[in-house]
């Protein structure tokens, strides 16, 4: 096909082309340049065993979940924190980053942290942040 022909062609499917060109775009747009909805992430029940990074946090209402020391010991990364509190267990994994102190929060990853927890450099609000990752009861 000569160069003629082509430009032919091209005058003669104008509005074909520029209605595929436009439907193209608009695929284009809605697809990957965020036409679409933001989904809530999903979450992942975590069986007291299980070392996967998500946790499904109880509903006000629900019996508490009960994990063994040795269970939460496990969780003792920063990308997989759990603190133990007053004989609560914590999942922050989500709020290491948030830490005020930095990571001093790892001092007690995967143990108990009453003790780090009650010291003067923490306000009082924080008890209610910590309230945020509650996750279950420390079983004796």
Known sequence: MD??????????NQ????LVATILVIFLIKNFIGGSTPT????????QSSTTKKTTFPAKGDPPVYYTAEQVSVHNKKDDLWLII???VYDVTEYVEKHMGGLAIMNNAGKDST???KGDQHPVKVKQILD???IGELKK
């Open 115 to 117: 003790v780090g927890f």
């Open 15 to 18: 509005s074909t082309l520029l």
């Open 3 to 12: 160069i003629n022909k082509l430009n032919e062609y091209l005058l003669e």
């Open 132 to 134: 945020e990752f509650y």
């Open 40 to 47: 809530k992430k999903p979450t992942t029940t975590k069986s």
């Open 86 to 88: 007053e004989d609560k």
